[in-house]
C-alpha cells in the first residue's frame, strides 16, 4: 500500500517563503511529483522529483529525500496567485497516487 | 492542440441512472487515467490504460468500468449511480509517469447523484 501525509492548511504573506512537506510510505516507488489546483480547477503539474536533491522552476523548487521518504515544495516571492491547493504524488507502478493537499493561502 | 477534453462538464443523475463521462486527448499520449475528487480531498484513481486495449483498477474502481479502443479515447461507465458517485471526475494522461511533464488533466466533469 501507500500513504502520503502533508499539512492541510498553509498561511504566508505576499512576499515570503513558504515550504510544504510531504512524507510517504509506499512501496516500488519510482519518483515524487507536485501538482497545483487552483478552486474548481484542473491540477497542474508544477515538478519532478525522480533522483534525491533540489529541482528549480523558477520561483518553484522541489527536493527529494529517499532515504527520509519526505520531499518538499519550496515556494519563493509568494504572490496572491499562488494561493491554491498544492499536491504531493508518488509514482507508483505505471500510475500516480496524490496526497489530501494543502491549501495555501497568501495574504496581503 | 485541445489537450485533454472531458464532456460534459455537468451533469445531475438519479439514482440508479448509467452514464458515460467522455475523455478524449490529442497529444499521442500513451497512459490514461481516471479520477474522482470529492470536496476538500485528494484525488483518488478509479482506473488507468497504459496503452489501447490495456486497463487496471486503481484504488476505488467499484461502480465503475473503462475501455480503451483508441489511443484518443478513455470513457469511463458508471452503472447504476449512486449518492457517493456525487464527485468531480478528472481524465488525464501523460506519455508516461514516472518522466518529466507530468499528467495533463481535463477540466473535469462536475456529477451530482440525487
Known amino acids: 500500500g501507500q500513504s502520503l501525509e502533508q499539512p492541510s492548511e498553509v498561511t504566508a504573506v505576499e512576499g515570503a517563503i513558504v515550504q510544504i512537506n510531504c512524507t510517504y510510505q509506499?512501496?516500488?516507488?519510482?519518483?515524487l511529483s507536485w501538482y497545483q489546483q487552483h478552486d474548481g480547477g484542473a491540477p497542474t503539474f508544477l515538478s519532478y522529483n525522480g533522483l534525491d536533491g533540489l529541482e528549480e522552476t523558477g520561483r518553484f523548487s522541489s527536493f527529494l529525500s529517499r532515504s527520509d521518504s519526505y520531499g518538499y515544495l519550496l515556494l519563493q516571492e509568494l504572490q496572491m496567485k499562488d494561493s491554491a491547493s498544492y499536491f504531493c504524488a508518488v509514482s507508483q507502478g505505471g500510475k500516480l497516487i496524490f496526497g489530501q493537499g494543502t491549501e495555501l493561502s497568501v495574504k496581503p | 492542440n485541445a489537450g485533454v477534453t472531458q464532456t460534459p462538464k455537468f451533469r445531475i443523475l438519479k439514482i440508479g441512472q448509467s452514464m458515460t463521462l467522455q475523455c478524449t486527448q490529442d497529444?499521442?499520449?500513451?497512459?490514461m487515467y481516471w479520477y474522482r475528487q470529492d470536496p476538500g480531498m485528494g484525488l483518488k484513481l478509479i482506473y488507468y490504460?497504459?496503452?489501447?486495449?490495456?486497463?487496471d483498477k486503481g484504488e476505488v474502481p467499484n461502480g465503475y468500468n473503462v475501455s480503451r479502443s483508441t489511443t484518443e479515447d478513455f470513457p469511463l461507465r458508471l452503472e447504476l449511480a449512486a449518492p457517493s458517485q456525487t464527485s468531480v471526475y478528472f481524465c488525464?494522461?501523460?506519455?508516461?509517469?514516472?518522466?518529466?511533464?507530468?499528467?495533463?488533466f481535463g477540466s473535469g466533469t462536475r456529477l451530482t447523484v440525487v
Open positions: 497529444m499521442n499520449h500513451n497512459y
Open positions: 488525464a494522461s501523460s506519455y508516461g509517469v514516472d518522466r518529466e511533464g507530468g499528467y495533463t
Open positions: 509506499t512501496s516500488g516507488f519510482y519518483g
Open positions: 490504460s497504459v496503452g489501447a486495449g490495456i486497463t
